[in-house]
């Protein structure tokens, strides 16, 4: 190791963990602000995400500031990487804004006119986080590696004063041990390292706690015109503020509610479950309500789609129950293992709770908006009276029954053939079939061709074919399917 008195880090070893906007910056700083006659420390930079994970995690914005030596637009200009930012930028201060605090009628009861640094013309910007990540990881990259789906899981002091820290790689789950001599804790707001070294020490916001949005006016023109450039806070005089923000050139605006935290906010208090939500409605208790919403918050954190819940019948379906659902009634599947069967269609439009893409507008624009108590939504299954059960099947119990729902497109037939050698024999139908297994083994047989079926088996049956479905399971056991069919003639479905 070649270590140079002149400066404390000099040949040392440096692992930084967490690959964040702090950690980014301080390596970025480190390298280029090195004294290049000295020799450099060794420095590792490693984030437990993926490179692409890392940028599109959050996609909220942030304000960077540029009014003190000390701003963080003035630290990125010193990087040189000011102008790559900028151009990234949603929305720069207007080089007149001013700040202010109005009263109910936009009197301003108080202005404040930021100050710029030297050198710059706009006292802020709004950037979001996914573009400053980008920029600030592809010039890191360009001066050395940083090691991706790497955590820093286990930190220990060495005798001699080094560190021991434990590295887990997540695609392979395999360990390693480094040593350095100084370990940066930048792994964000619940920091591995901090807890390890400093259990006591809990990030805990109080004071005033902003909850808040965006609102788009649909153009620039529609913006309240004290908005239109300066930013501030209403206050309402009734202990009540929110902030406005102007912040892009399209007329959209984001604001906040203020609110006082007196003291750390705590998890939702579970012993008021049964209380939540003014104890529930009818068919879904508070108790439920609160598991729900605590579950799927986990599930799918921070969506609000999370909300869309209280508009929706919460419905627990046993085994055999079904829901009829008409075409675009909003719904989702929030746990279990259901069968759906869908009229042909050219889209699943999606809002939330889900990695896939989002289409509110669409959505919000097709949707019925009718509603009805669970129990009129459910169906009645009946007996299905073109199959014929054989010998075995009638003693053991099986049932071949149809769920017919209220429209010409299909219908679904749930066979549940129990014990070995129960067998049901399906008349011909003018039209096509798909069966499913989802349960238990047997045969499945259409004119002289048999199969074996069991679960996750699907088959296509032609029109006009008789179908056989006989069970090989044990004796306790079932062998279940569903048969979603239709007809094609004029009179669909005509024999139901
Ligand atoms: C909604 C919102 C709005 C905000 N608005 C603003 C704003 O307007 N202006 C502003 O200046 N700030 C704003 N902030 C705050 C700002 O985003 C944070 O201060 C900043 O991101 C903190 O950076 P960091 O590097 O410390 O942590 P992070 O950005 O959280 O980075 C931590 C990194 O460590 C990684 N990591 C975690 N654990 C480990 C581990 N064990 N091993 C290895 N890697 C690990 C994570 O994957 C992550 O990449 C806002 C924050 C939020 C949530």
């Not at 909003?330 to 869908?342: K, L, N, Q, T």
Request: charged share 25%; hydrophobic share 40%; proline share 4%.
């Amino acid at each position: 190791m070649t270590t140079d008195s002149k400066h404390f880090l000099s040949g040392r070893k440096i692992i930084v963990s967490g690959a964040g906007i702090g950690g980014l910056t301080f390596v970025l700083s480190l390298l280029q602000f090195w004294d290049t006659e000295i020799p450099p420390p060794e420095v590792v930079i490693v984030d437990t995400d993926s490179r692409d994970e890392s940028i599109n995690r959050w996609p909220y914005e942030l304000l960077l500031n540029s009014e003190i030596d000390a701003s963080s637009l003035v630290a990125l200009r010193d990087l040189g990487l000011y102008d790559k930012v900028k151009a990234r930028a949603e929305h720069s201060a207007h080089p007149g804004a001013v700040a202010n605090v109005w009263d109910k009628s936009w009197k301003p009861v108080l202005t404040v006119k930021p100050k710029l640094f030297e050198g710059f013309t706009s006292s802020s910007l709004r950037i979001s986080r996914t573009a400053l990540l980008t920029v600030l990881i592809e010039a890191l990259e360009a001066k050395t590696k940083i090691t991706w789906k790497t955590s820093v899981h286990d930190a220990k002091r060495l005798p001699d004063g080094r560190l021991s820290v434990s590295l887990l790689d997540k695609a392979s789950g395999a360990t390693s041990q480094q040593e350095c001599d100084v370990l940066v804790a930048a792994d964000g707001d619940e920091s591995t390292i901090r807890k390890l070294f400093r259990p006591k020490d809990i990030s805990q916001p109080t004071g005033h706690v902003a909850m808040g949005g965006a609102v788009d006016f649909g153009s620039l023109t529609s913006v309240p015109s004290e908005i239109n450039i300066n930013s501030g806070i209403i206050v309402s005089g009734d202990g009540v503020a929110s902030g406005v923000l102007h912040i892009r050139g399209n007329g959209t605006v984001v604001w906040a509610l203020y609110k006082e935290e007196k003291s750390p906010r705590t998890d939702y208090d579970k012993k008021d479950k049964d209380q939540f939500a003014a104890g529930g409605v009818q068919s879904t208790s508070g108790e439920t309500l609160s598991e729900l919403v605590v579950r799927l918050d986990s599930q799918f954190e921070d969506d609000i789609g999370l909300f869309v819940l209280f508009f929706l019948n919460f419905v627990k379906l046993q085994a055999g129950e079904a829901l009829f659902l008409v075409a675009d009634d909003i719904h989702a599947y929030v746990s279990g293992d259901i069968i759906e069967c869908m009229a042909a269609s050219d889209n699943v439009v999606r809002a939330g709770f889900t990695p896939k893409f989002k289409d509110v507008s669409t959505l919000v624009d097709m949707l019925t908006y009718n509603y009805a108590p669970i129990d009129e939504q459910k169906m009645t299954p009946t007996e299905y009276p073109y199959a014929t059960l054989n010998r075995a099947g009638y003693s053991s119990g099986s049932a071949v029954l149809l769920y017919d729902p209220p429209i010409d497109e299909f219908a679904v037939v749930r066979s549940v053939l129990r014990g070995p050698d129960a067998k049901a024999t399906f008349e011909p139908l003018d039209g096509p079939s798909i069966v499913i297994c989802t349960n238990g083994s047997g045969t499945i047989s259409v004119g002289p061709t048999s199969y074996e079926m069991k679960e996750g088996y699907v088959f296509f049956v032609g029109s006009t074919a008789e179908l056989v479905l006989e069970s090989t399971t044990g004796e306790d056991e079932e062998f279940t399917t569903f048969k979603a069919f239709c007809e094609v003639d004029d009179g669909a479905k005509e024999k139901l």
